[in-house]
């Protein structure tokens, strides 16, 4: 625990259990230990918070209270609970140490408050057992909140940044970030296109706290508008980032999905409030028009893919916080990216918003809402009819493999060199549309830019909702089972990411907008309709399965048997699941 201070108080807790041969000491929790379970099973983001920890036979269940006030931010007091578990055998000696690291900025003394209004507030807000759902499944729910509250943290330091007018990285100015993260384990630190997603959930939990934390965001922005994809602040975040990855490049973005979680915020928020954000939600707008702009009229493109063609299958795009999903075989300037339109469409429509909720002049962001937002021109720039989708277009060749490279015989008294996985191209390039039908194919519906009498809303929701592209009994899956990537890794060491598992943030998209297709006057209201339930059923029972059975949520899970697979716990827009559970429809 520390204060949201540059220079904190922490304090922690290590234990050690002494067995014969020897101990292990311990003050983090990492996915590598293989302990069974440890996260938050009630955390209300401010005041208390109670969390399980399971090693080895050892359970450890910390509780805290914070009464609010004073000079200091409040009073805090911590009671830990530990006992042994089905050993079978002599119990270990087990040894608990506090510490406290302190810069003389304040002291703790403890106080005892009433819990029980935290199990209220949570079915005041979410009302899961109105809803009929079992205690398992609310506590399940609880727990996944908890463990996101119960990771947000306040980070303090320097982004090293690469600029395109400076030969060399150089650190930016010192920053602060209050901000959720996505596993505070295995990814202490801030992902702007993952924040947006976490802020939905708090949105719904805790209005003012979610406001705050989009501010400390939009603050980080520069000069230019930009604001670093990754915040890797201080010791603790630095710690956890392999070293090609401290690098941020200034003009490199990351999805908007800030603006998702402000519009849910913005019949409430106050304009005061508003005032300060909007200036910094037009640089940043217009920071993204100018540099992620595409080839063509309204088209736009993610910029900072990776240049190194001979070493990945389909060179990633990390901007697009999509990694390795199928781009574009060959990197160019004439790539037209169907996401990022969407995205800067939702960006015109909730800029618009903010304006006329200020008084400000909104018809700019109106009629580039409605240009980007245009079926028939979205149709001729993104529709693939061999595909039968939506799609990207690029500098594309469909027939691209991996093999292993040939090596050279060793020089004499040297070890023989390794071999490696190198890309092969059988087939030239050409202009054309990406053959890979997935989420990137689904953003015009998952944002909501297709009309409900549009002539290929019927293929989208078909290819939903078919098992041989994107249904399975757990989720959508990321790419279509009859795709030619579908579940190819992209390298010899890069195992598939987004190319075929399920992914809660989407998902979470899919049945908002189903949803939204199902309320409106349509010839799709009836199959939107059906397609939400089905979906909603089938990611929710999927998640708590897998929590039942492993006592975490995942990264990402498997689309052929629903298992969760990547970090653990991940307790970012994975916890979407709560608002899923909350829907009324």
């Not at 911590?78 to 050993?87: P, V, Y």
């Not at 490049?249 to 928020?269: D, F, G, I, V, Y």
């Not at 990321?478 to 579908?486: C, G, I, K, M, V």
């Amino acid at each position: 625990m520390k204060t949201r201070s540059p220079r904190a108080l922490v304090t922690g807790l290590m234990w050690l259990q002494q067995r014969e041969g020897g101990g292990s000491l311990r003050h983090t929790c990492e996915q590598s230990d293989g302990l069974s379970r440890y996260g938050w099973l009630m955390h209300d983001g401010e005041n208390f918070g109670v969390q399980e920890i399971r090693d080895e036979g050892l359970f450890l269940k910390t509780e805290f209270v914070k009464r609010p006030g004073g000079e200091h931010g409040g009073d805090w007091s911590w009671r830990i609970t530990a006992r042994m578990e089905g050993t079978g055998g002599p119990a270990p000696l087990l040894s608990l140490f506090f510490y406290v690291a302190t810069d003389e900025q304040g002291t703790l003394e403890p106080h005892l408050e009433n819990r029980t209004r935290l199990g209220r507030r949570f079915e005041e807000t979410f009302g899961l057992g109105r809803k009929g759902f079992p205690p398992s499944q609310r506590r399940f729910a609880q727990a996944a909140l908890s463990d996101l509250l119960g990771g947000m943290g306040y980070f303090h330091g320097r982004s090293l940044v690469q600029s395109p007018l400076q030969e060399r990285p150089v650190p930016a100015p010192e920053a602060a970030l209050f901000t959720a993260v996505p596993s505070r384990s295995f990814f202490p630190r801030g992902f702007l296109w993952d924040e947006g997603f976490h802020q939905l959930l708090l949105a719904r939990w805790d209005p003012a706290l979610s406001r705050e934390v989009i501010a400390h965001w939009l603050d980080l922005m520069n000069a230019e508008g930009w604001i670093p994809r990754e915040q890797i602040l201080g010791e603790e975040a630095r710690a956890k980032v392999p070293p090609e990855f401290l690098l941020q490049h200034s003009e490199t973005a990351n999805p908007p999905t800030l603006l998702l979680a402000l519009q849910r915020l913005l019949p409430s928020a106050p304009l005061p409030y508003l005032r300060r954000l909007f200036p910094r939600l037009r640089a940043w707008y217009d920071w993204y028009n100018r540099t992620q702009a595409g080839p063509l009229p309204l088209t736009f493109r993610w910029r900072g893919r990776d240049p190194q063609l001979e070493r990945f299958l389909n060179p990633k795009t990390l901007a697009s916080g999509l990694d390795d999903y199928p781009r574009a075989s060959h990197p160019s300037p004439e790539e037209r990216h169907l996401d990022l339109r969407c995205w800067m469409a939702l960006a015109s429509r909730v800029l618009a918003e903010v304006a006329e909720r200020l008084g400000e002049p909104a018809r700019p962001y109106r009629e580039m809402e409605e240009a980007l937002s245009d079926n028939g021109l979205l149709e001729q720039l993104h529709w693939a009819p061999e595909l039968g989708a939506f799609a990207d277009y690029g500098n594309h060749s469909a027939a691209v493999g991996l093999r292993w490279q040939r090596v050279a015989p060793a020089a004499p008294g040297q070890p023989p060199p390794a071999p490696r996985l190198v890309r092969e191209v059988r087939e030239a390039p050409r202009p054309r549309f990406v053959g890979a039908l997935g989420y990137v194919s689904l953003f015009p519906l998952l944002l909501q830019l297709l009309r409900p009498d549009s002539p290929q809303l019927p293929a989208m929701l078909a290819a939903m909702r078919s098992e041989r592209q994107l249904w399975t009994p757990f989720g959508l899956r990321s790419l279509a089972r009859d795709s030619p990537l579908y579940m190819q890794r992209n390298t010899q060491h890069d195992p598939p990411y987004w190319r075929g598992s399920i992914w809660v943030n989407i998902n979470y998209l899919a049945l908002w907008a189903l949803r939204s297709y199902a309320d409106a006057e349509g010839p799709q209201r009836e199959r939107a309709a059906e397609l939400y339930h089905e979906l909603r059923h089938n990611l929710v029972a999927n998640l708590y399965r897998q929590y039942a059975e492993s006592g975490f949520l995942w990264e990402h899970y498997s689309d052929s048997t629903g298992r969760g697979q990547g970090c653990h716990p991940f307790a970012g827009w994975s916890a979407l699941v709560v608002l899923v559970m909350a829907e009324d429809y």
